[in-house]
Every structure is written in structure tokens, then in C-alpha cells.
């Protein structure tokens, strides 16, 4: 693409008016595509000031800046008037503190995270391994995206051993990594690494009706909520389930926010929507019955009518 001068005069102006601008898909309060907010977070993490350009309003900016940069993809960070790359390569630095050294932040020095691997994980890592010098890496992002792998060592990497089992870890995921368990479960839905973070923020849980019948079983007292219409109700519920247009409002507002609370609809859409929404309220343990009622009458009990 040809550069028009109008379009160049406003790129340089953005990036000679601030010192950290990054041209972006959408903005920082609501980035619009996951490699423009994945860049967000780095930069709210750094603490440092920024401006943003969203290059989806202005269809000039968003092809111009390309042609500028010599660069094919969005997001692209400019620093001190000098282009310092897309999504990938910031990812990079800030895990080596290239990118802190740039923006001249202060980053003190992180201490290797205390990490527990189990020994059904450290089974199934033994088999997966190669022969070769690709280290088991553990690299969780500013929304605290697990990514478990086996990699090439970077420059800054830590390395944490645990049940003989040694991970590679950048210093950005150190931070966010401390009391991180390891585990390989064999349940309902397969065989897979089960990774709990405590330092991750809560999340609506997934929880199939097998896994929920047996949490029902259990010694723990689980309020469970149904969110679906009274017609719906009308045809079929599960045993134990409280309507959240009644009683199961006024079990909402005065359970305990460490209880475990269980949602479900008819196929799982509505209820994630009402679990996300009470979560947001302060809930902590807060589960979605992945496929709904539908899935408890074909797993569970198929006396339960469908519909």
C-alpha cells in the first residue's frame, strides 16, 4: 500500500505526541481482538502510561500503519518513537524484562515460584517426553491462560523442580505462578492435566451431571439453581434444584460466598450467563451444568423428561 502523506502526518503525530502508543484493535478499556488485549495487559502489568489508536475506526490508520511500520499484523507498540514489534515479540520481551528495560521500568528480580507436580502428572510427563534439549515450559498470560508445553530454554528462564520434575519459566508467569499444583486425572470427560492456580481470579467452572451427581452425594451442601422459565419447571427439574424466580433468589442472597453453587438451564447457555453474573456479585465457587437438564436425563437419570 502507498502511504498518503495526511495518513503519515497523523501516524507520526500519534507516536511523536505520546511516548508509549500502541496502535491496536479496539481500545484499552475494551480491546476487540485477543492479541491486542493480550499487549494491554502486558502494559497495565508494567504500570507504565499508555495511549492506544483503535485502527478499527479509522480505516486509514489501520492499513497506514502497516505500510509505516513495514509491518503485516495488528497490534503494533511504538515506544520512544521507535517501532518495537506486534503481539509475539512483546510477549517475548516481557518475559526476558527487555520490554520493562525499554520503558524504563523497574522490574526487581522474581524468585523461582513454588510449584507442585503430582505424581500422576509426573507419570505422564516421563511418557510424553523426548529425547532433545526442549525443556516441560509453564507460561501463564496477564488473564492467566495456562499454556504447559515442551519448548526451547529462552534467556531469563527459571527453572522449578518438583517430584524430580523440572519446568521452565519465564519471569512474567514466575509472578503469577506461586502454590500452582500440577495434576493428571482420569474423569468423565477423559484423561488430561488438571492445573489449579490459586492466584488466578475465580471463574464459572464447568461440571458435567455425572460430576455434579456425585458433588450432590457428597458431605458438602451444594445450592443448586435452576434459571430456566416456570413452564420449563413444569416439565422437568432435577430433585433439589431451587427456581432462581423464588426461593432460589432468596438462597442467592444469603449463601455463604465459599459455598459451591451450581447453575443449570436446559442446555447450559442461560445458566452460564446467570453463574458469570453472581460471580461477578462476589460468589467464588461458582459452577455451570455443561449441557443442562438435557445432559442429566441422558447421563444421570432418565426419568427426568426431556423437551
Given at each position: 500500500?502507498?502511504?498518503?502523506?495526511?495518513?503519515?502526518?497523523?501516524?507520526?503525530?500519534?507516536?511523536?505526541?505520546?511516548?508509549?502508543?500502541?496502535?491496536?484493535?479496539?481500545?484499552?478499556?475494551?480491546?476487540?481482538?485477543?492479541?491486542?488485549?493480550?499487549?494491554?495487559?502486558?502494559?497495565?502489568?508494567?504500570?507504565?502510561?499508555?495511549?492506544?489508536?483503535?485502527?478499527?475506526?479509522?480505516?486509514?490508520?489501520?492499513?497506514?500503519?502497516?505500510?509505516?511500520?513495514?509491518?503485516?499484523?495488528?497490534?503494533?507498540?511504538?515506544v520512544d518513537g521507535q517501532f518495537l514489534g506486534g503481539c509475539d515479540i512483546v510477549r517475548e520481551m516481557h518475559a526476558?524484562?527487555?520490554?520493562?528495560?525499554?520503558?524504563?521500568?523497574?522490574?526487581?528480580?522474581?524468585?523461582?515460584?513454588?510449584?507442585?507436580?503430582?505424581?500422576?502428572?509426573?507419570?505422564?510427563?516421563?511418557?510424553?517426553?523426548?529425547?532433545?534439549?526442549?525443556?516441560?515450559?509453564?507460561?501463564?498470560?496477564?488473564?492467566?491462560?495456562?499454556?504447559?508445553?515442551?519448548?526451547?530454554?529462552?534467556?531469563?528462564?527459571?527453572?522449578?523442580?518438583?517430584?524430580?520434575?523440572?519446568?521452565?519459566?519465564?519471569?512474567?508467569?514466575?509472578?503469577?505462578?506461586?502454590?500452582?499444583?500440577?495434576?493428571?486425572?482420569?474423569?468423565?470427560?477423559?484423561?488430561?492435566?488438571?492445573?489449579?492456580?490459586?492466584?488466578?481470579?475465580?471463574?464459572?467452572?464447568q461440571i458435567s451431571a455425572k460430576e455434579l451427581e456425585a458433588m450432590m452425594k457428597g458431605p458438602e451442601k451444594v445450592?443448586?439453581?435452576?434459571?430456566?422459565?416456570?413452564?420449563?419447571?413444569?416439565?422437568?427439574?432435577?430433585?433439589?434444584?431451587?427456581?432462581?424466580?423464588?426461593?432460589?433468589?432468596?438462597?442467592?442472597?444469603?449463601?455463604?460466598?465459599?459455598?459451591?453453587?451450581?447453575?443449570?438451564?436446559?442446555?447450559?447457555?442461560?445458566?452460564?450467563?446467570?453463574?458469570?453474573?453472581?460471580?461477578?456479585?462476589?460468589?467464588?465457587?461458582?459452577?455451570?451444568?455443561?449441557?443442562?437438564?438435557?445432559?442429566?436425563?441422558?447421563?444421570?437419570?432418565?426419568?427426568?423428561?426431556?423437551?
Amino acid at each position: 500500500m502507498q502511504l498518503d502523506a495526511d495518513t503519515k502526518a497523523k501516524i507520526e503525530g500519534l507516536i511523536q505526541k505520546h511516548r508509549v502508543v500502541l496502535f491496536m484493535k479496539g481500545t484499552k478499556s475494551f480491546p476487540q481482538c485477543g492479541f491486542s488485549s493480550a499487549v494491554v495487559g502486558i502494559l497495565k502489568e508494567l504500570g507504565v502510561p499508555f495511549e492506544t489508536a483503535n485502527v478499527l475506526a479509522d480505516p486509514s490508520i489501520r492499513d497506514g500503519i502497516k505500510a509505516f511500520s513495514d509491518w503485516p499484523t495488528i497490534p503494533q507498540l511504538y515506544v520512544d518513537g521507535q517501532f518495537l514489534g506486534g503481539c509475539d515479540i512483546v510477549r517475548e520481551m516481557h518475559a526476558t524484562g527487555e520490554l520493562a528495560k525499554s520503558l524504563g521500568v523497574k522490574v526487581e528480580p522474581v524468585a523461582p515460584p513454588q510449584i507442585t507436580v503430582t505424581p500422576p502428572a509426573v507419570k505422564a510427563f516421563q511418557e510424553a517426553a523426548e529425547p532433545g534439549e526442549d525443556k516441560l515450559r509453564l507460561e501463564i498470560d496477564g488473564s492467566f491462560k495456562v499454556d504447559l508445553f515442551f519448548g526451547p530454554p529462552q534467556d531469563g528462564d527459571l527453572e522449578v523442580a518438583s517430584n524430580g520434575i523440572t519446568l521452565a519459566i519465564d519471569p512474567a508467569s514466575a509472578k503469577r505462578a506461586n502454590g500452582v499444583v500440577i495434576d493428571y486425572v482420569d474423569g468423565p470427560a477423559g484423561a488430561g492435566f488438571k492445573i489449579e492456580n490459586p492466584n488466578a481470579p475465580p471463574t464459572v467452572r464447568q461440571i458435567s451431571a455425572k460430576e455434579l451427581e456425585a458433588m450432590m452425594k457428597g458431605p458438602e451442601k451444594v445450592l443448586l439453581i435452576d434459571v430456566r422459565t416456570e413452564r420449563e419447571r413444569d416439565i422437568a427439574q432435577i430433585e433439589g434444584a431451587l427456581w432462581i424466580e423464588k426461593e432460589g433468589k432468596t438462597a442467592l442472597d444469603n449463601v455463604d460466598k465459599n459455598a459451591p453453587v451450581v447453575f443449570h438451564c436446559h442446555h447450559g447457555m442461560r445458566s452460564q450467563r446467570a453463574a458469570e453474573d453472581y460471580l461477578r456479585q462476589g460468589l467464588r465457587r461458582v459452577y455451570n451444568l455443561a449441557g443442562g437438564i438435557d445432559a442429566w436425563s441422558r447421563d444421570v437419570d432418565s426419568k427426568t423428561p426431556t423437551y
